[in-house]
């Protein structure tokens, strides 16, 4: 029988292995609103649909492709200011959580200005295979008002996305028991169209800010 931590290396090792191949679907809600997101083999590049706005977000240049409308528009969203200032915070682990989506998580709280000021179930082995999923939230957030950071409490001020990734993957992320963020399904087996990530080559170019 595999011990526990032997058990998990040899898993890591076979979903690193799918993942060359596959790519990865999430589907949830933010504030209430469905979010889906999509990751091919390409791993710079993520499709992203807001309700039901649709996006694709290149990774390696920054940018933010807002797909609806007559003409694709692209964002230079690396140059535009976070949607979020920084804060020093940190996500201290305090027990086991429940299941969500079929995965294991772990309770945590966000402390900001020595306050709790959020509260997280992640998965701290996913953390790798989801970053560029983390990178694409982050960057919508600076371009799509309905993904935009929320103020918990009164001293924590706005909280960005990649605060609640601090130790692993945000399966729910909220607080007081009220989740802003909660994933239903996710897969690391998804095999999406590959053409589907392709950059549009008729893009209109809005600089750093909403056409």
């Known amino acids: 029988m595999l011990r526990p931590v032997a058990f998990l290396a040899a898993a890591t ?6 993942t060359a191949t596959a790519g990865i679907l999430l589907e949830g809600d933010y504030e209430g609103r469905p ?4 990751l ?3 791993q710079s590049r993520v499709l992203a649909v807001v309700e039901s706005t649709r996006y694709l977000v290149d990774l390696a240049q920054g940018d933010v ?3 609806d409308g007559s ?3 692209r964002i230079r969203a690396a140059a535009m200011p976070e949607a979020a200032p920084f804060r020093p915070s940190s996500l201290e682990p305090w027990s086991e959580g429940p299941m969500v989506a079929g995965y294991g998580s772990t309770y945590h709280v966000l402390i900001m200005n020595e306050r709790i000021c959020g509260e997280v179930l992640a998965s701290p082995w996913m953390a790798s295979f989801t970053e560029p999923l983390v990178r694409a939230v982050e960057l919508l957030q ?3 008002p309905k993904l935009a950071p929320r103020r918990h409490e ?3 001020g706005e909280v960005g996305f990649a605060a609640y990734a601090g130790d692993g993957f945000p399966l729910v ?3 007081k028991g009220e989740p802003l963020f909660r994933v239903s399904r996710l897969r690391f087996d998804h095999r999406p169209a590959e053409a589907a990530f392709d950059l549009p080559a008729d893009a209109i170019d809005c600089g750093p800010k909403r056409c």
């Open 65 to 67: 492709h807002a797909l």
């Open 71 to 73: 003409r694709p528009h």
């Open 40 to 42: 091919g083999r390409d």
């Open 35 to 38: 979010l889906r997101l999509e």
């Open 142 to 144: 600076r371009v799509e």
């Open 13 to 18: 090792l076979v979903l690193a292995a799918g």
């Open 154 to 156: 009164p001293g924590c």
């Open 173 to 175: 992320a909220g607080f």
